[in-house]
Nanobody, 123 residues
């Protein structure tokens, strides 16, 4: 599976951005999908995840209520709608595919990574 992320950019605090990640290959629906992020000088951290059908979604506490993960299996695409952005959301965002339980996904249980897209939020 190859993952191509897009949609990052510059935003001001309070703005919204929507990230997309499109997968190549016929097995998209075999994987739960997730978003991670990595700020400069910090470890990559979990942001959100979604199961294969899209019926179960999970979020890290810092983004709960502001970010929404979704997927369109017909388009082999997972999205991350980010609202009310904060300066601390600044990071490179990575999409990921995992065959593990999306409720407990972590970096070491990711099977495939996308290339990352930069999100920069200014005050």
């Amino acid at each position: 599976v190859q993952l191509q992320a897009s949609g990052g950019g510059l935003a001001q605090a309070g703005d919204s951005l929507k990230l997309s990640c499109t997968a190549s290959g016929p097995t998209f629906t075999s994987y739960a999908m997730a978003w991670f992020r990595q700020a400069p000088g910090k470890e990559r951290e979990y942001v959100a995840s979604i199961n294969q059908s899209g019926g179960s979604k999970y979020y890290a506490h810092p983004v709960k209520g502001r970010f929404t993960i979704s997927r369109d299996n017909a388009k082999s695409t997972v999205y991350l709608q980010m609202n009310d952005l904060k300066v601390e959301d600044t990071a490179v965002y990575y999409c990921a595919a995992t065959s593990s339980d999306p409720q407990w996904v972590m970096t070491r249980t990711v099977d495939y990574w996308g290339q990352g897209t930069q999100v920069t939020v200014s005050s």
